[in-house]
């Protein structure tokens, strides 16, 4: 089988947790002996363009005539059975969609976020959730709130995106949900139910262990959408040292948040960016990993890594990660006091979580389960366009 991956890469200037999950998926792709022929952008290029090409770029969400001329020829020289796409913001567009399957080549796209309705992807504004523009013909609010990058003008033009392509998403022969919630979010944009197949993200198995680990661990961006203040605020509910020490790993707005907090209790410990090779091993330093997002995270990597190093994860009651855990971990609101309780009940129980965590690893993220559920969409799509 052979598939084109496409994906415009977001900045490096921007950690990414969707251009690790593409990089990974090309990987086991090809390691299940899937030939993967990458169609792919990087926002990194945009510094670059020239002149002519800065002006073309304010209309690329929309439609980018470079990346469709770019995508028809690969597709006339490789003949391949699948597009797959993951990101197509700013410079493939959706259009790729109409493209490929102007050429008789299937599309799935995997969903990553809530572009497809929401002008930011997050359901986020103004330090909690946002659902004002579900549901509307033009998401207004989005420009008028200048919810993408913060810039009114960049906003409209994400906006005019989104309207332009609500017919084409209705076109993609399968979407690859990643959870349950984001099915639902599919299905009440009006995808057919049908066209909706729920897959999760896999990493590499880093082997089991026993080793029981100590304190808590935050590892991720340091912004409002992933809870920072709210793991704070829980954290300072419970006298120092009750419940070990709160390890901080990660960098972004809000270091000093966190810093502050560092210098003002000896029970935590920021510990800065690092490496990817090296997350296992703070991991199993740890007892417990904490989701702490105030937004409807999708499926955030590091709750994966968790639950492959034997680790329960404490968790916000909101998008993707309490369909994740499963009985491997706590679930509570995210508000301070009920994220303080969750922290003491998890604390107490988590010796006792360490397999069940393991064992929802091994049974719905390990790459064997993953890869097969998609290759099996794959040969649906491929076989229904036949048909």
């Known amino acids: 089988m052979k598939v084109v991956v496409a994906h415009n890469r977001y900045s490096s200037a921007q950690p990414s947790g969707e251009n690790a999950v593409v990089d990974t998926d090309i990987a086991q792709l090809r390691a299940a002996g899937v030939e993967v022929v990458p169609f792919l952008r990087s926002s990194d290029e945009i510094a670059d363009l020239s002149a002519v090409g800065k002006l073309t770029l304010a209309a690329s969400p929309v439609y980018a005539a470079g990346a469709q001329r770019d995508l028809a020829a690969l597709l006339e020289r490789e003949r391949p059975d699948v597009l797959h796409l993951h990101n197509p913001y700013p410079l493939l567009s959706p259009a790729v969609v109409r493209t490929a399957q102007r050429h008789g080549v299937p599309v799935v796209q995997t969903v990553h976020n809530f572009r497809h309705v929401c002008v930011n992807g997050l359901f986020f504004r103004d330090g909690g959730p946002c659902h004002d523009c579900m549901g509307r013909a033009v998401p207004l609010p989005g420009v008028r709130h200048a919810c993408y990058r913060g ?226 969409i794959y040969r649906r799509v491929r076989e229904s366009r036949q048909g």
């Open 151 to 376: 810039s009114r003008a960049q906003s409209t033009v994400m906006a005019t995106a989104l309207v332009t392509h609500r017919s084409t998403w209705r076109r993609v022969d399968r979407f690859i949900a990643l959870t349950e919630a984001i099915a639902q979010f599919l299905r009440d944009y009006g995808i057919d139910p049908d066209a909706i197949a729920v897959k999760p993200n896999s990493i590499p198995d880093p082997g089991g262990h026993d080793t029981p680990g100590d304190g808590f661990l935050y590892i991720g961006r340091l912004s409002a959408e992933k809870g920072v203040d709210l793991l704070l605020s829980a954290w300072r509910r419970h006298p120092e040292g009750r419940l070990g020490t709160l390890r901080i790993v990660g960098d972004g707005e809000l270091r000093d948040h966190v810093t502050a907090a560092a210098t003002e209790r000896g029970d935590v410990e920021y510990v800065g960016p690092v490496p990817h090779e090296e997350v296992a091993g703070h991991i199993r330093r740890a007892s417990v990993v904490v989701n702490a997002s105030v937004c409807e995270d999708v499926l955030p990597t590091v709750v994966i890594e968790a639950l492959a190093n034997a680790r329960p994860v404490l968790t916000t009651d909101l998008g993707g990660p309490p369909h994740m855990i499963a009985d491997a971990g706590v679930v509570t609101a995210a508000e301070p006091a009920a994220f303080a309780d969750g922290m003491a009940r998890i604390a107490a129980a988590s010796d006792g979580l360490r397999v069940a965590a393991r064992d929802r690893y091994l049974a719905h993220f390990s790459p064997e389960v993953v890869v097969a559920r998609q290759l099996e």
